[in-house]
């Protein structure tokens, strides 16, 4: 091919050399970019098979694996080569003698990258690694670009992210990553299902954004002529699904907030929510204390796991907090202290909280939380009866209305689960999204809208029920002891470069 036909990204002298070898192999007769390969085994399986072989004894059976090659050490008329696919690396041998002259050709067209299909029969080296004694190879398919970094990791964490096929290729601790967040995600589903939960789909769009406190992302529908909004949360169709008689339901999906970037934020995000008619939040704690253990299991960890070096206790019961008691233990601090405004003035000044006279105490009251109290809340903790005020979805409690039964569970300073017995009563509910609409009018963005379709579902009523949401990002953050939310989610939000 000529260079002034190629692509700008491949105008590099290593790439334009391994276009070179493309339209060699093509000369050759063979497809650079292959088709389907039947292949009988992986890394992992020729390991487990064939472990007992002696050494110079090549097997009975032959094999054909395939993977992308890491290493080439050549020898005049012989080379060794090194594999990876999924399931891990093994070695191939190759011969002149045995592939032949123009096969044997043809395998020196092979680059760093490359897919390629060997068959052959196992022997283990002096060395005692097992190794494909190759009869023969295919192209599968040609890298037209070297391996970053020599198979060690990408060091530049824009890269990472933005490439992410790159550092899937070459760190071995981020594709298990995201190969223990599949089965951990799949660990969720058992046990759901396991006790007569069903999974549903709700929409991904809507002309109303609720069920969350929380900025939506706004679109157009051409078609409708109106605007829609990216669901912030999946609660309010789960919950018109108990109202139609599915008494155990649970949705694991996108998320999207038009919020900040951190290493707990990205706009989009993942996360379960379950919903269990007669339920209460109560039983949603032991729910959560299941699906944490259920992972733990997953990673082969026992009671304890390391996360960014503090070791954290998994082992149930969680510990319980009332926030009230939380409050006043790590700050000398009660709700009533808060709910008087010449005192939560107070307050708010010792902890550089923007609050005025008239302002909501809900924010407050979180803000204040959120200072005092999560840099203590290391091990899972269970924090309970929030204020109405920031718990407009909740249902309040028979001995203080001004509290709800409600539950955020913590570990290592973050939030991972939001659990409610779940308010049902249609009058009650529309006065809270009343005085949440109120907070719309006065600015805050954040504020719950007024869902008149799911006020009258409720109107037919539906049963009591304990309702959770669980940030699967955050969780599987913990248990792959990773730093940052990107380092979880494959393809992140990332700030458009030109």
């Not at 050494?55 to 050490?73: D, F, K």
């Not at 924010?363 to 204040?368: E, N």
């Not at 920031?390 to 991972?416: G, H, V, W």
């Amino acid at each position: 091919m000529e260079k002034e036909l190629l692509p700008e990204s491949l105008q590099g002298e290593q790439e334009l050399e391994r276009v070179k070898n493309m339209e060699a192999v093509k000369e050759t007769g063979a497809d650079p970019y292959g088709q389907q390969y039947n292949r009988t085994d992986t890394a992992s399986s020729v390991r487990g098979k064939f472990a007992d072989i002696e050494e110079g004894v090549e097997s009975e059976e032959s094999v054909s694996v395939a993977g992308r090659i890491t290493a080439i050490r050549s020898h005049g008329k012989t080379s060794f080569m090194t594999f990876a696919d999924v399931t891990g690396t093994l070695q191939v041998y190759l011969r002149k003698d045995v592939l032949g002259e123009e096969k044997f050709a043809q395998m020196k067209l092979i680059d760093l990258g490359d897919i390629i299909g060997f068959t052959g029969k196992i022997f283990k080296t002096k060395t005692g690694e097992l190794t494909v004694f190759a009869k023969g190879f295919e192209f599968l398919s040609k890298s037209l670009h070297p391996m970053p970094e020599k198979w060690h990791g990408l060091k530049d964490v824009e890269v990472k992210y933005r490439r992410r096929y790159l550092d899937l290729i070459t760190d071995e601790k981020s594709r298990n990553t995201f190969i223990l967040r599949s089965k951990i995600i799949a660990s969720m589903r058992n046990l759901l299902n396991s006790k007569g939960f069903f999974e549903m789909e709700t929409p991904c769009m809507s002309s109303l954004a609720g069920g969350a406190a929380a900025r939506p992302f706004i679109t157009h529908h051409n078609a409708l002529d109106i605007d829609m909004y990216l669901r912030i949360a999946t609660e309010l169709h789960l919950k018109r699904c108990l109202v139609g008689g599915l008494e155990k339901v649970y949705e694991i999906g996108r998320l999207f907030r038009n919020e900040g970037l951190d290493t707990r934020h990205n706009p989009e995000f993942t996360t379960i929510e379950l919903y269990e008619a007669y339920s209460d939040y109560k039983g949603m704690m032991d729910l959560a204390e299941e699906i944490f253990r259920d992972a733990a299991n997953v990673v082969g960890a026992g009671d304890t796991i390391m996360y960014q070096g503090q070791e954290i206790s998994i082992k149930a019961p969680f510990a319980r907090l009332t926030m009230d008691e939380a409050l006043q233990k790590w700050g000398n601090i009660s709700i009533a202290d808060l709910r008087n405004e010449e005192k939560a003035l107070e307050i708010a000044k010792q902890y550089k909280i923007a609050y005025k006279k008239g302002d909501p105490i809900g924010h407050l009251i979180d803000k204040v939380f959120e200072a005092v109290a999560e840099p203590h809340l290391v091990n899972p903790t269970f924090i309970t009866d929030y204020p109405i005020e920031i718990s407009p979805l909740a249902k309040k409690q028979k001995e203080d209305p001004t509290l709800t039964y409600r539950f955020e569970l913590f570990i290592c300073n973050m939030e991972f689960a939001n659990a409610f017995s779940e308010l049902n009563d249609p009058i009650d509910q529309r006065e809270r999204f009343m005085a949440q609409a109120k907070l719309k009018a006065c600015g805050d963005e954040e504020a719950h809208v007024l869902d008149e379709d799911f006020l009258l579902a409720l109107e037919y009523g539906m049963p009591p029920a304990g309702g959770m949401g669980i940030g699967i990002d955050r969780m599987i953050m913990l248990f792959t002891d990773s730093a940052s939310i990107r380092d979880v989610i494959l393809f992140p939000t990332m700030k458009v470069i030109d």
